[in-house]
Each structure stands twice: as structure tokens, then as C-alpha cells.
């Protein structure tokens, strides 16, 4: 279980509860939307609006706690920060599927980004497509 109180202060976020939440709600899920987050933590806190959920989200974003993942065509979607991954996104049912990072594409990505030299700050590898699922309902 991660400390998210330890996790926001080492990013200079006041550790508040609603913050806490959103995280952990986050976390049980792997990638969620903001509307999908706040329906969640909208159960524990009724009164909490959904400008609000969006207002520290955003901020947990810039400050590097969460990290958004684009989906074509849709929402996107919110993460823990975790360690360099690859993402399955699919394009029909937006799922986000983490599979573990690949030694030879970073390799790939770092070579490229020396040749032009370019500071690689950070990367985020997203693979759009159609999940297994999804292929299957179509047929
Ligand atoms: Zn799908
Ligand atoms: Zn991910």
C-alpha cells in the first residue's frame, strides 16, 4: 500500500483527505478517467464537486504525483506515477493496459533522442489499437 501522505508532501502537496482518496481510487483502478474518479470518491465525500476533483487532479499532475494518459478520440486518463511502462490503449472501450517497459525501444528512444540532441525529460509510450475484447465483440 503506497503512502500517499508521504507521496503528495515529498511534492510539496498538503496531504488533505479528499487528495488521499483520489489517489487511492485511482490506484485500485490503474487508469481512470476524471469522471470515473469522481463518481468513485463522490460515494465517500457527497458534498465534493466535480470542479474540485478536476481542480486536484490537475494540480497532482503538474506537481508529478499523477501522470495523464491521452486516448484518442476520448477523455483522458489518470495514473499513479509508476515506474517507465508501456501502454495498450484501445481506441473502441478505452482501456489502458500497462505492460512492462521494453528494454530494446528505450534503448531506441535515448539513441534517438541523443542523435537530435534532444533532453529526454520524460516518455510515455502509448500503443492505440483494438483490445482482444473488443475484436471479439465485432466479430
Ligand atoms: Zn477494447
Ligand atoms: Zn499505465
Do not use: W
Amino acid at each position: 500500500m503506497t503512502d500517499y501522505a508521504a507521496l503528495l508532501k515529498e511534492s510539496e502537496l498538503k496531504a488533505t483527505f479528499q487528495r488521499i482518496n483520489i489517489l487511492e481510487t485511482i490506484e485500485g483502478h490503474g487508469h481512470m478517467s476524471i469522471d470515473a474518479i469522481y463518481e468513485e470518491v463522490v460515494k465517500t465525500h457527497p458534498s465534493l464537486s466535480l470542479a474540485t476533483v478536476y481542480k486536484n487532479i490537475i494540480l497532482m499532475v503538474e506537481k508529478g504525483v499523477l501522470v495523464e494518459v491521452s486516448i484518442a478520440g476520448k477523455k483522458p486518463k489518470y495514473e499513479l506515477l509508476k515506474e517507465d511502462h508501456i501502454h495498450l490503449v484501445c481506441i473502441e472501450c478505452g482501456e489502458v493496459e500497462d505492460k512492462p517497459k521494453n528494454s530494446a525501444a528505450d534503448e531506441l528512444f535515448i539513441s534517438m533522442a541523443k542523435q537530435e540532441n534532444f533532453t529526454l525529460n520524460k516518455k510515455q509510450i502509448n500503443l492505440y489499437g483494438v483490445c482482444s475484447y473488443c475484436q471479439e465483440a465485432v466479430a
